[in-house]
């Protein structure tokens, strides 16, 4: 594979990393006590908080200037005070009522001053129960001091973690140990516990369940609290979640089926990522459940978790239009029924769930469509290869859907050539992603599913892209025997050097994750065409801008989703999709953009993302909703604070 030409600052993407050099020392002295270091700092830290001591608390944290400008423009930037060390706080709903990402103790300061009046921290401890305190050393040239903690809001009952590094004194000789990361979490509302566990439903239904539950799906006389539009696993998962905290929820689906999202699409897909990371909220997949989950069993498997978790589905539904009312406080959905009928719901919140992007198929404008005397299709109604046998086929595009095409075809002896349009992130599936990327966090040895994604969440999105940089190298070498064995692919090395997962948090796809793909262009099964834009279909095929031809029977475009704005316009008109927050995308703070956040307007809220940003942000989300509903005085909506 050939590497893309990539701009390159002075300064990498891991510069807001800590490093031993950055901080000023050579070794941290044999036999520490570093639980007694963490008791210690977490003593100042409650002190500090329950006392609204903004200064204080900022004492506890390295103090910088340092801003990476790493999800700032196009290109990588230097970073703002470059010599400085970075310091950064997340907070996920437990201050802000938002997800944030304070970077640089001015801003931090501001955040500080802003929330703490509002939320009145208290009983800070430590938390032991789901993380030891530990020292993490991810590479040679870091080390810190992970520990975790509980404390209270004046609503909230929260959770957090601190990571320490030691930063030498003046003279040297000496160290402080002072946090560079910390985040907050917003667990559960004080007063509304989830209904699971000891606080499951214990009454015997004496045969009325059954009515009970068909009663509660029609909505007859009521309206419900939630209005979910779209059925797919984020939308399963709010309703999970809104079912839990004992919110009224209904879910419109426009397929015949819950699961028709993944069961329609072509036969060959399945998840890439590995059953560690994709379990749906209190339902993890049964110990036997394969590494890697085909799409048609995934689908199933949402289907049975509406009839498990009781929640309520319209399929065959159509949201033809939804307005917000005069007082800015409900909104009018009007939903039409498989049978045609319509029914007008006044609900106090909307959550646009309609799938990843949002979107249909997308096939770009090209001339000469209508000279093409064979066919044209997307990937989203490609089902398989069997109708294809004795065609020439060229697929457009280099992504995971281009990819298991291509297979396909090959595995069918059709001649097939993929079209790259662009260069593209590949790792290996086993090796690079499952044994480097996530094996720490997501795999038969890691800890518990909430416990990683707690500890996932709790990494900024800036730190974990400056280590991702890093991981990026070593992938490179682990995959680098096959990689150079495959001619004419263009490569690339992910979001400014970052690899794979800020790729996908910005684009939402230009990667493919290799589960065999590879080594069918190695082989020769799969021809690659790249190096000239298409100019025009012509009769017999693709004409390229550099003269070039390729003879088709059959183009399938695998080139992704239409904007997520256009369901939106056509669902809430042009003054929402005109002026809401953009769904997908990371904000300069290095947080998803309209996800598991309102977006922009009272009452609507926007959730997108894989499996298991959607397990762990969902409950926020929910938590927010049922705060709005239930908690006087609480803030209503994201604040979108401002922090100069």
């Given at each position: ?412 002896g059709i001649d097939v050539t993929m079209y790259q349009r662009s260069s593209a992130y590949v790792v290996s599936c086993e090796k690079g992603l499952t044994d480097v990327l996530i094996k ?12 990683v994604d707690f500890l996932s969440a709790s990494m900024p999105i800036l730190v974990s892209s400056g280590m991702g940089s890093r991981y990026t190298k070593i992938v490179a070498e682990v ?166």
């Open positions: 594979m050939s590497p893309a030409s990539t701009h390159r600052s002075m300064y990498g993407p891991d510069r807001c990393l800590p490093t031993r050099e950055r901080l000023g020392y050579s070794n941290v002295p044999d036999g520490l006590d570093y639980a007694q270091i963490a008791s210690k700092w977490l003593g100042s830290f409650a002190q500090y908080s329950t006392q609204g001591d903004v200064d204080g608390l900022l004492s506890t944290l390295i103090s910088s200037s340092f801003a990476s400008n790493l999800f700032k423009g196009e290109t990588l930037l230097e970073p703002d005070s470059p010599n400085d060390i970075a310091v950064y706080w997340r907070d996920a709903y437990a201050l802000t009522w938002d997800l944030r990402t304070f970077e640089g103790t001015r801003k931090i300061k501001g955040f500080l001053s802003a929330q703490l009046p509002k939320f009145t921290m208290c009983n800070v401890r430590l938390d032991e129960s789901r993380v030891k305190v530990q020292v993490e050393r991810p590479f040679p040239d870091l080390l810190w001091i992970l520990l975790a903690f509980k404390f209270e809001t004046s609503i909230g009952l929260c959770s957090g973690v601190a990571r320490l590094v030691p930063v030498p004194n003046a003279t040297g000789h000496n160290v402080q140990w002072k946090a560079f990361s910390v985040f907050t979490n917003l667990d559960d509302l004080k007063g509304f516990p989830e209904r699971i566990g000891s606080l499951r439903d214990r009454q015997l239904s004496r045969g009325k369940w059954e009515k009970a539950r068909q009663e509660a799906i029609k909505f007859e006389d009521i309206d419900p609290t939630v209005l979910i539009i779209g059925a797919g696993h984020c939308g399963l998962q709010m309703a999970a979640r809104l079912k839990m905290l004992g919110v009224q929820h209904l879910v419109i689906e426009r397929n015949q089926r819950v699961g028709d999202n993944w069961r329609n699409r072509y036969d060959a897909l399945s998840l890439h990522s590995p059953v560690y990371h994709v379990h749906m909220p209190y339902m993890p997949f049964p110990p036997s459940w394969p590494l890697y989950t085909p799409a048609k069993k995934l689908a199933n498997w949402l289907e049975s978790y509406v009839d498990a978790m009781d929640l309520n589905v319209w399929t065959s539904s159509t949201v033809i239009c939804a307005k917000q009312n005069e007082t800015g406080k409900t909104w009018s959905v009007t939903v039409r029924k498989g049978d045609g009928s319509e029914r007008v719901f006044v609900v106090r919140h909307v959550i646009f769930a309609a799938g990843f992007l949002g979107g249909e198929g997308y096939i770009p404008s090209i001339s000469g469509k209508d000279e093409f005397k064979g066919e044209i299709l997307h990937s989203d109604h490609y089902h398989n290869a069997k109708g294809l046998i004795g065609k020439k086929v060229v697929v457009v595009g280099a992504g995971s859907a281009a990819h298991d095409i291509c297979v396909e075809c090959a595995d069918y720490h966090l997501y795999s038969e040895e890691a800890p518990p599913t909430p416990t995959d680098r025997q096959v990689y150079e064995s495959v001619q004419y692919f263009i490569t690339n090395d992910g979001y400014k050097g970052c690899g794979l997962f800020p790729l996908l948090m910005t684009r939402g796809g230009g990667c493919y994750i290799d589960i065999g793909g590879s080594q069918y262009i190695i082989d020769g099964k799969i021809k690659v065409k790249n190096g000239s834009q298409i100019r025009e279909f012509f009769e017999g095929g693709l004409r390229f801008e550099d003269g070039t031809e390729l003879q088709a029977d059959v183009v399938v475009f695998c080139t992704g989703l239409t904007n997520a704005s256009e369901p939106l316009r056509r669902i809430f008109g042009d003054h929402v999709a005109d002026n809401a927050i953009p769904l997908w995308g990371l904000t300069e703070e290095g947080e998803l953009s309209g996800c598991f956040r309102d977006l922009g307007f009272p009452g609507l809220y926007g959730v997108m993302g894989n499996i298991g940003i959607g397990r762990y942000y969902s409950k926020h989300l929910a938590l927010q909703i049922k705060a709005v509903e239930e908690v006087s005085g609480a803030p209503g909506y994201g604040l979108h604070l401002t922090v100069a």
